[in-house]
């Protein structure tokens, strides 16, 4: 059990365009759903936490109005990447947990923006 | 600032050796620590977990030893494959994860 998928795994859009990124626990519900950044051989940063209904609570110096973030159910939550840049290129991964317990990681979605 | 950091950045060991990944950590009040395992291009995978008040932990081929009078967290993976070459983290529960840097290992055949 405790499977969450991202999707798209991989996704390449040009600079100005918004990319939206899924996460879904898929055999759990998930109470708290958390969306980490990663770059190349660094460890992951955690951007917003987000609670099913409630307004994501974003970590210091990340952008509310650029990542979107929409928890609509519990076994959902959404960010989107609005007018993105290059400079946004990174490995998104989202993770999922259920009351207390353990966090569980997504797959990831590599983004590239040209 | 609190945080939890690694050792070691990398770390090569012999396939079939045990392999001992290290952590400290700097907040006393955290109770709750983890160890994941990323391979590359992939999200981390849950490897073993454990609460403050134990200091072993066992798994299969894996056991996380902690010390909380060091603050020092610990992974030992027992006979090591070539499978097991990835990233590992380790992470503090603190109401929210708090990842060290991360050490790479690489186990050579």
């Known amino acids: 059990g405790a499977v969450v998928s991202q999707h798209p795994s991989r996704v390449i859009c040009k600079s100005g365009t918004s990319v939206k990124i899924e996460c879904r626990s898929l055999d759990f519900q998930a109470t708290t759903m958390f969306w980490y950044r990663q770059f190349p051989k660094q460890s992951l940063m955690l951007m917003a936490t987000s609670n099913e209904g409630s307004k994501a609570t974003y970590e210091q110096g990340v952008e509310k109005d650029k990542f979107l973030i929409n928890h609509a159910s519990l076994t959902l939550s959404t960010l989107t990447v609005t007018s993105a840049h290059p400079e946004d290129s990174s490995f998104y991964i989202c993770s999922a947990m259920r009351q207390r317990e353990t966090q569980y990681f997504g797959p990831g979605t590599r983004l590239l923006v040209l | ?109």
């Open chain 2, 1 to 109: 600032g609190e945080s939890v950091g690694l050792h070691l950045p990398t770390l090569s060991v012999q396939e079939g050796d045990n392999s001992i990944i290290n952590c400290a950590y700097s907040n006393s009040a955290s109770d709750y620590f983890i160890w994941y395992k990323q391979e590359s291009g992939k999200g981390p995978q849950f490897i073993i977990d454990i609460r403050s008040n134990m200091d072993k932990r066992q798994g299969q081929r894996v056991t996380v030893l902690l010390n909380k009078t060091v603050k020092h967290l610990s992974l030992q993976i027992a006979a090591t494959q070539p499978g097991d070459s990835a990233v590992y983290f380790c992470a503090e529960d603190r109401n929210q994860f708090y990842f060290g840097t991360g050490t790479s290992l690489t186990v050579i055949p």
